[in-house]
């Protein structure tokens, strides 16, 4: 899990413009605590505000003009694509890849990012794979 996390780190770092000034050095260490700690389901801003001894405020604050959005907003991120990463990897059902994930509810899960079966995630990625494959 600790190698998943540092992977999404890298990834979600070259997603994201994080040219803002290093004075946001709080938000880089929540971002590495939200991506340690992504699949506790019982993750909240408040826990985290009390284990790095911060206001509740603050943390969205300095989280929001750092990274631009908001720390539950980072954290589904870095849940979906943890989660992409199992489904394309393993063929465990949705279920147990939402549950590993943090999710509370696969069903919401499903919803939100529109996964309507066990493998309606995976013919989207093949499909998506084919089409790559085939340009230049």
């Known amino acids: 899990r600790i190698l998943l ?5 890298l990834l979600y770092k070259s997603l994201c413009d994080n040219t803002k000034p290093k004075e946001y050095h709080s938000a880089e260490v929540i971002a ?16 985290i505000a009390q284990y790095h001894r911060m206001s509740a405020n603050y943390i ?23 989660a992409k990463i199992l489904l394309k990897k393993h063929c465990w059902q949705i279920k147990e ?5 943090g999710w509370n509810y ?6 939100k990012y ?20 085939n340009t230049f």
């Not at 996390?5 to 780190?9: I, V």
């Not at 590495?32 to 826990?47: A, G, P, Q």
């Not at 890849?97 to 994930?101: D, E, G, L, N, T």
Request: hydrophobic fraction near 35%.
């Open 32 to 47: 590495t605590y939200i991506r340690t700690n992504y699949f506790r389901k019982d993750l909240t801003i408040s826990e």
């Open 114 to 133: 529109k996964i309507a079966d066990n493998n309606g995630f995976r013919r989207m990625f093949r499909k998506r794979k084919r089409k790559s494959n």
């Open 60 to 82: 969205q604050q300095v989280f929001r003009s750092y990274w631009g959005c908001t720390p539950v907003q980072f954290l589904n991120k870095i849940r979906l694509e943890a």
């Open 5 to 9: 996390a540092a992977l999404l780190s």
């Open 97 to 101: 890849v939402a549950f590993m994930c």
């Open 106 to 111: 696969p069903h919401y899960f499903c919803k």
